[in-house]
């Protein structure tokens, strides 16, 4: 039988399933359910949401839902002190250990917009949450810790309930061999219709397609970068459910590694690459690609400048 979609009977929030849904609830939605019982409370959630997407370049609202999910489970949960030890075992520090780098997020231009932020949640813990044991994270330094923890370990999940549905159409109109000529027709229309889906799609959304989120991994968040990665983050069950799937052979003790780089800027220069990786993740990447590319030029091309510039 397959998963019906269940809503938040106050709120309507959305959730794959009823098992999805009870887990939300008994984890951190109780806590975090916008729904009007409380409008003050409500209003600070959504003023919290639209002050990070004034600090973080795209807008997106995932990273401080992570962190009012965080807020909130520790709202929830029996052991605070068990879930704050597992938190604190993702790296957290805001500039590099030869103090290099600092966190993009950091920046001095984003420094008024953090400080709302860091005191709208203040707000919000002391009025809702009551979190003695959170308090050390709504400091100044604290704050900034939390960023650079989420910042440099949250991994992006992204799904889509259409690309699951084309699969599964493509999977139902593969003919066999025998049949073949027969069936052909039936899976030239199967194509076109599906073509014609993602062009009255992109008329909407444009490339906004997926259901995106974001997540804390623990085993994933061990895993080391490289530009010519041995194994990629792959989300097989259409849910948050991550899978770490090797792209080639791995040799007996060679390490597992990933590509930390979004897919569009995996095939900008090493310069590009390095400048990407120092700001988010606050190391120089030294992996074989880039150590055999060193005697390129320390400089962006002029396509990369202008998406750096559109990115500034």
């Known amino acids: 039988m397959p998963q019906r979609i269940v809503r938040c009977s106050k709120c309507n929030e959305m959730y794959c399933s009823t098992t ?15 729904s009007n019982e409380n409008q003050e ?22 990273s401080i839902s992570l ?26 520090g ?3 250990e030869n103090q290099q780098f600092y966190h993009k997020l950091l920046r001095k231009e984003f420094e008024t917009q953090v400080e709302q932020l860091r005191h709208a949640l203040e707000q919000f813990n002391e009025q809702y949450m009551q979190l003695a044991e959170f308090k050390w994270f709504l400091t100044s330094n ?37 049949t073949a000529a027969a069936a052909a027709p039936a ?14 799609i992109d008329d909407v959304s444009g490339e906004f397609i997926d259901c995106e989120g974001s997540g ?25 459910t991550l899978s770490v799937v090797t792209t080639r052979l791995i040799s007996n003790n060679e390490e597992i590694t990933i590509n930390y780089l979004s897919e ?12 990407l990786l120092q700001e988010n993740y606050l190391f120089l990447c030294q992996c074989n690609r880039c150590t055999s590319e060193s005697a390129e030029p320390d400089e962006t091309s002029e396509e990369e400048s202008e998406n750096d510039m559109e990115e500034d």
């Not at 899976?187 to 009255?200: L, M, N, P």
């Open 20 to 34: 999805c849904y009870q887990q939300a609830m008994n984890n951190y939605h109780f806590t975090l359910c916008q």
């Open 41 to 62: 409370k409500d209003q600070l959630i959504r003023h919290i949401t639209d002050l990070w997407r004034s600090v973080h370049p795209p807008p997106e609202t995932t």
């Open 67 to 92: 962190v009012l999910k965080i807020m909130a489970m520790l709202k929830q949960t029996d052991n605070r002190l068990a879930l704050l030890q597992e938190l604190q075992k993702f790296s957290q």
């Open 94 to 96: 805001v500039q590099s």
């Open 142 to 178: 604290g704050f900034r810790q939390l960023l650079a923890l989420l910042g440099r370990n949250q991994q992006g999940v992204g799904t889509s309930s259409l690309a699951l549905w084309v699969k599964n159409c493509e999977a139902l109109s593969e003919p066999q061999q025998a």
């Open 187 to 200: 899976t030239s229309e199967v194509s076109q219709f599906i073509d014609a889906i993602y062009t009255k």
């Open 216 to 240: 804390l991994f623990k085993l994933q968040s061990c895993l080391n970068h490289s530009c010519d990665a041995n194994a990629e983050i792959q989300y097989l069950h259409n849910n948050s």
């Open 264 to 275: 569009c800027d995996r095939n900008r220069s090493r310069h590009s690459r390095q400048k």
